[in-house]
């Protein structure tokens, strides 16, 4: 499950005068979630577009699937699904007429369209005209015409901006499953929780450079300067004690007088290590 998928060797891109990426180096494997994080025009979408061959960089090279992005032909773009906002929903055609009208030109049989549209949960709404879709729903069926030739890589902008929290996570469980099945997926975010949730690795992305860049968990361990303990005594008080010798005593105390109702280690989040590094909020 190690194959490399997607590559970026020192990308930068310059739109007129204006730098906006700054030497970007990640890589994506077979059955991996990555993650791109950052703020608004942090360079997101513009990396997206570089590695898959509709915008050129400045300097730097991509790889995808082994295949230089500046040389990329059709029989990369049957192998990777792309998700970057709702548009290509033909409103008037039914949920099925869409993917049965992708289907012919990805020449993908048609029982592929149902198990598509059963995995996404939009089996029961295929005869709805996809302009009567809730947008919860309407983003499964991007999702669902991203995924109908069983790509091996998948790009997807913001997958949730904007979607309810229960759909959100509809979404997520989708995802983990594509990645169970061998899909590598490339994932641009604002949502750091949704990043610590699906991302093997992350790539925290401001103004151009990538600050940092690992697993949500590494990340957050290495950021976890001053340890500290969260309390929450039985009679509602709060505290948050660093991690020392006294306190240790003190927390040692408390729970044999039975006086703790909620003791966790309180290490970073990503929103924070990405506050702390950048003094930007992410949204
Ligand atoms: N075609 C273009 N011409 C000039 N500048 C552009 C162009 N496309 C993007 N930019 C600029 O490049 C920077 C990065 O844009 P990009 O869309 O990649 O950011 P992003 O991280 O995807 O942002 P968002 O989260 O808002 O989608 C921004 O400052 C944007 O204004």
Redesign the pocket.
Known sequence: MDREFIRLEHISKK??D?L?LKGIDAKLHEGEILGFL?P????????IKIITGQLRQTSGEAYILGINSKNIDETIYEQIGIVTDNSGVYEYLTVYKNLEYFAKILKVKKNRITEVLKQVGLYEHKDKPAGKLSKGQTQRLVLARAVLHNPKVLFLD?PTSGLDPSTAIEIHKMLLELKKQGMAIFL?T?NMEEATKLCDHVALLNEGIVVEYGSPKEICLKHNVTKKYAVRLDDGTECLLEQNQDNIKKINDWMAENKIETLHSCEPTLESVFLNVTGRELS
């Open positions: 739109y007129r204006e906006v950052g608004s025009g942090a360079g997101k979408t513009t990396t913001e641009t604002h």
